[in-house]
């Protein structure tokens, strides 16, 4: 089971990478919270309707347990990576089926401010998204990559 820490935002400018490029879809799975706040520990995330082809994340009733869950989110990389690189960076999607059989897939989207202590985030039809990562553990972080010495640091308060 992937999990993915708090939901405290930390300020950066994020990579906003292509669909096209992540062309593998891993098996579906659910998005658990790790957090110090006991009302939000262990709980699950799920993309809620807030518009036309739009999702957000939302916290799902507490006390729920994975079995009970759907899993609904995807993680897509890249068939094309080559790279030594020890972190495999992909896009978070949710599919939105619509019309009964069809199937858009939404990246999720992380947009963050440097003045600000809270990140946003989106599901929607769109060919870019925020890149991601897991590390070993299965936890999800944004990779930030430092443009001086190429130092990669794993930012999971977001």
Known sequence: MYSLLSLTAVSLLLTQTTL????????????????EDPTLDGAFLDACHSGAALETLCVLQPGQIA?????????????????????????????????DDL?????????????????DQELTPSETGTALAFDDDEFLYIPDYDEVTGAVTSLYNW
Not at 103 to 119: C, F, G, K, N, W
């Open 103 to 119: 199937i858009e897939s939404e990246p999720l989207t992380v947009y963050a401010e440097l003045t600000d202590t809270l990140a």
């Open 20 to 35: 096209a490029q992540f062309d593998l879809q891993s098996p579906a799975f659910n998005l658990e919270l790790l957090s």
């Open 67 to 99: 079995a009970d869950v759907p899993e609904v989110f995807y993680f897509n990389t890249s068939s094309s990576d080559d790279s030594s690189d020890a972190v495999t960076e992909g896009l978070v999607i949710y599919n939105l089926i619509y019309n």
